[in-house]
């Protein structure tokens, strides 16, 4: 059973930065794709980033893309997302996920097989 548990969000000024992990458990590195999710209040869950299985290539939201980074230590079975250049509507709760079904990755919650608590990002302007 893989248990994902996140750390590292906290509240920030617009344009400041965080990096989130996520450590995950009874997890094989070249078996998952894994993703970073978030969800703000009344909207949908929404992929913000992902990774391919064995640390093979990141895709990013429009949104994120060029401000945020995915990445994994496969050493210490963790996954994080560097975000810099925070603004006030990336302000949602952050979850990582992890999924082996094929088509493997991608931005819909569904493709995703396993889930962390979150932990919560919230930027003030």
């Known amino acids: 059973q893989v248990q994902l548990v996140e750390s590292g969000g906290d509240s920030v000024q617009a344009g400041g930065s965080l990096r989130l992990s996520c450590a995950a458990f009874g997890y094989s590195y070249s078996d998952y794709c894994m993703g970073w999710f978030r969800q703000a209040p009344g909207k949908e869950r929404e992929g913000v980033a992902y990774i391919l299985r064995g640390g093979g290539i990141a895709y990013y939201a429009d949104s994120v893309k060029g401000r945020f980074t995915i990445s994994q230590d496969s050493a210490k079975n963790t996954l994080s997302l560097q975000m810099n250049s925070l603004k006030p509507e990336d302000t949602a709760m952050y979850y990582c996920?992890?999924?082996?079904?094929?088509?493997?990755?991608?931005?819909?919650?569904?493709?995703?097989?396993?889930w962390g608590q979150g932990t919560q990002v919230t930027v003030s302007s």
């Open positions: 996920a992890a999924g082996s079904r094929i088509p493997c990755g991608g931005y819909e919650p569904a493709r995703y097989e396993y």
